[in-house]
């Protein structure tokens, strides 16, 4: 059995990056409700270059998380033009990603 050992202030909590990124997850899912279905998926690559964000903090980084992070910043806004480019977009993400666990 795991036991939770609580040592972390609430500030240190709200400071933490894996606190943000839930928090981030948690409000999106709310949001989600109400926002248009494409923005589901928008909030869903955002989250990902968040934990692409934690993982470099936390040494954990490679070429092609950094190539996937810059193909997600680069697409991610093309949802407020043409929700059929971001569709492209998101399966090219998908390709890319495929492309990194092939080469493992």
Known sequence: MRRW????????????EHFKLLAFLITSARGCVEEPHLYGSLRLVDAASKL???MRSEGKTSEELEKLQALIEEGKHL???SE?????????LVKELVRIVKKS
Do not use: G, N, Q
């Open 5 to 16: 050992c609580i040592t972390r202030s609430t500030e240190e909590l709200i400071k933490d």
């Open 84 to 92: 059929e480019d971001f569709i492209k977009f998101l399966d090219e």
């Open 79 to 81: 949802l407020m033009h």
């Open 52 to 54: 692409i964000d934690i």
